[in-house]
């Protein structure tokens, strides 16, 4: 019976983040500059979407309200991080583009 409780048991990521796939275009301020864009489109979807709204019972009180924009900030850099929903991508293009021109 396979060991449930070791890190190997768990499944590989499907996509790898932007990050490990290119590294040097990290140093890119082009692509930093599409990626913090995506972030901020995130963290507007996610806003949007109800994450970081205090709860009726238990909440975290003043506090929870307060901080929940850092908190919706963090996880919007993240997914912008992993790969995004693809914006970044496509905005580092078209300012690629411009750029040339």
Not at 35 to 45: G, R, T, V
Not at 72 to 97: F, N, P, T, V, W
């Amino acid at each position: 019976m396979p060991d449930t409780h070791s890190l190997s048991a768990l499944p590989l990521p499907l996509r790898q983040p932007q990050a490990a796939i290119l590294p040097a275009a990290q140093k890119d301020p082009l692509r930093q500059a599409a990626q913090d864009l995506e972030a901020s489109f995130l963290a507007e979807m996610l806003k949007s979407a109800g994450l970081g709204k205090a709860r009726e019972s238990f909440g975290g009180g003043a506090g929870e309200d307060q901080f929940s924009t850092f908190m919706i900030r963090a996880q919007a850099d993240e997914m912008a991080k992993a790969g995004g929903i693809g914006l970044a991508e496509s905005l580092y293009h078209a300012l690629k583009e411009r750029q040339n021109d």
